[in-house]
């Protein structure tokens, strides 16, 4: 089994930055894929970026792109999502996720990822 612990998260102004970070322990030679998704209350869980295991592979909403950066390095087993000029309708919970699969590619769906992290909330003020 493995866990994922999210961290980071909190209260910015429009047009500032967050570093979130994902820890992951326990079973983590299982982990390949990994990627963040978000949720606001009454919608579904959103895909907004992943990689690959290997980093070489990175994958991001419309939305965010070239606004959010995500990373890993997996001899610590972290994974980061840098999120800059950030915008109110980025204000979510963000979730934390991992694949235990042989997929060699980033998959956009939250049912293709077997582990999940509890959350942190990110509020982006007007």
């Known amino acids: 089994q493995v866990q994922l612990a999210e961290s980071g998260g909190g209260l910015v102004q429009a047009g500032g930055s967050l570093r979130l970070s994902c820890a992951a322990s326990?079973?983590?030679?299982?982990?390949?894929?990994m990627g963040w998704f978000r949720q606001t209350p009454g919608k579904e869980r959103e895909f907004v970026a992943g990689?690959?295991?290997?980093?070489?592979?990175?994958e991001y909403v419309d939305s965010v792109k070239g606004r959010f950066t995500i990373s890993r390095d997996n001899r610590k087993n972290t994974m980061v999502l840098q999120m800059n000029s950030l915008k109110p309708e980025d204000t979510a919970v963000y979730y934390c996720?991992?694949?235990?699969?042989?997929?060699?590619?980033?998959?956009?769906?939250?049912?293709?990822?077997?582990?999940w992290g509890q959350g942190t909330q990110v509020t982006v003020s007007s």
């Open positions: 996720a991992a694949d235990r699969s042989r997929r060699s590619y980033v998959a956009y769906t939250s049912g293709s990822y077997d582990y």
């Open positions: 990689i690959t295991w290997s980093g070489g592979g990175t």
């Open positions: 326990g079973r983590t030679s299982s982990v390949n894929v």
